[in-house]
């Protein structure tokens, strides 16, 4: 039983309505990251849920030990796949930190890190201007130099980026036209995947378009403001969503993907988000309702087959997309259809990879425990490669496996099949 909740609470922490869903029976602790690794009540999500209340309730003070229990949480929401009662874990922890960064400060060094993240990642143009140094470098030869002489924090950091040629080619199969009556579908690019792995944007709208529909662009691409959410930044979250919705809106579009799963999970959520803007509500709740993966769309096609190529692989799941988005089987469904392909089912496959948007950024003792968890299971598999749909899972598992000098190749679903059509022919390793 819980406790009779007060009239009111002396805090706006959260929905405080939404902590009562809780009947804090535990079965959520098993499925939560930070739980598994730490054991503590306290980063688990019946944990945390205990401690929004008591702020809420003004039982407690909003100290560092309660900023860093909640900075801690992922925001995975693997939780909510586990919850029994429906708790709506992903808005409490997001209204959480909104209330974390207008109420507490933080220490200068963390508030830097994260100032600068919040300046740079959201705006495509700043992250090249940011990358062009290190690309030059690239291009000569000197990453491997720059990465043995700067201090481990910074290596880190520089680790889990791809390199400027990641290997990875745009599908170049004929395409034919669309039929009049095709499906037009919008391919969101996201800020940060645009920069470090537009392959995948471009093998997505490419691969749609080898399945017979047509594919719609946006003349500019504002970030979905996922990161914001996260973040706790809501007001800038809440800009981003406006920009998208008129954007998405004028396109036209029937369906709407992004190759980043996180950005879809975004979209797939404006109409909560903007439930309160008279102007938008309504089109945001049509464009939330848009929202697809590429998986489906390819599987629903009746043009779209796959040639023969012999590997083993195995499918780690993206957070958002199975937790968010309710996607597990499609992507599994399309790999299993490809002649010659064994798919080998990975162990512990929707526990997060410590990526979670810059997570990996902000807290990298526990976004590298995740990894190594993530990649010993990969292992275990003996898979040639580890297929994806999401950019921050790839760099992250990907920079893992690289340490451990792993043959496994980290590719995401939408650059794998491109890969397959392209090599028809072959099975390069």
């Not at 470098?137 to 520089?158: F, H, M, N, T």
Request: proline fraction near 5%; glycine fraction near 6%; include cysteine.
């Amino acid at each position: 039983m819980t406790a009779a909740a007060p009239s009111q609470p002396v805090r706006n922490v959260v929905d405080y309505e939404l902590l009562f869903d809780c009947v804090h029976c535990g079965l959520c602790l098993e499925a939560c990251p930070t739980y598994a690794i730490s054991r503590s009540e306290m980063d688990s999500p019946r944990g945390r849920i205990y401690l929004m209340k008591a702020l809420a309730e003004g039982r407690l003070e909003l100290d560092a030990d309660a900023a860093r229990h909640l900075d801690l949480c992922l925001g995975c929401r693997g939780c909510e796949t586990a919850c029994p009662s429906g708790v709506h874990y992903g808005r409490l922890i997001e209204d959480a930190r909104t209330f974390v960064e207008s109420n507490y400060s933080r220490s200068p060094l963390d508030a830097l890190r994260r100032r600068l993240i919040a300046a740079i990642f959201p705006y495509p143009g700043r992250l090249r201007k940011l990358l062009a140094p290190l690309r030059l470098l690239e291009s000569v030869g000197l990453r491997p130099a720059l990465e043995a002489i700067l201090p481990r924090s910074i290596r880190a950091w520089l680790e889990l980026l791809p390199t400027s040629s990641r290997g990875l080619a745009v599908l170049s199969r004929p395409l034919t036209e669309p039929s009049p009556n095709a499906t037009t579908v919008l391919v969101h690019h996201g800020c940060v995947t645009q920069v470090l792995a537009d392959s995948e944007n471009k093998n997505t709208e490419r691969l749609l378009m080898a399945a017979g529909y047509r594919v719609a662009h946006l003349e500019h691409t504002e970030c979905c403001g996922a990161l914001d959410l996260h973040s706790g930044n809501r007001a800038r979250a809440l800009e981003f969503a406006r920009a998208n919705v008129r954007a998405i809106i004028r396109s036209g579009a029937d369906s709407i993907v992004s190759a980043a799963s996180g950005c879809s999970t975004a979209v797939a959520e404006y109409g909560l988000l903007l439930k309160d803007d008279a102007g938008l509500a309504g089109d945001a709740r049509a464009v939330a309702g848009k929202v697809t993966d590429l998986s489906a769309l390819l599987l629903a096609s009746k043009r779209f087959a796959m040639p023969e190529f012999r590997c083993a692989v195995t499918y780690h799941d993206a957070c958002h997309l199975a937790h968010g988005l309710g996607v597990r089987d499609a992507p599994r469904e399309l790999l299993r259809s490809i002649p010659g392909l064994v798919l080998v089912e990975l162990a512990e496959s929707d526990m997060c990879c410590g990526s979670a948007g810059s997570y990996n950024l902000t807290e990298p003792a526990m976004a590298r425990a995740l990894a190594q968890r993530k990649a010993e299971n990969i292992a275990a598999t003996g898979a040639d490669y580890v297929v994806l749909a999401n950019p921050g899972c790839e760099f992250q598992i990907a920079a893992e496996l690289r340490r451990r000098c792993a043959k496994t190749r980290v590719m995401h679903l939408a650059d794998f099949l491109a890969m397959v059509m392209n090599s028809a022919n072959g099975n390069p390793r």
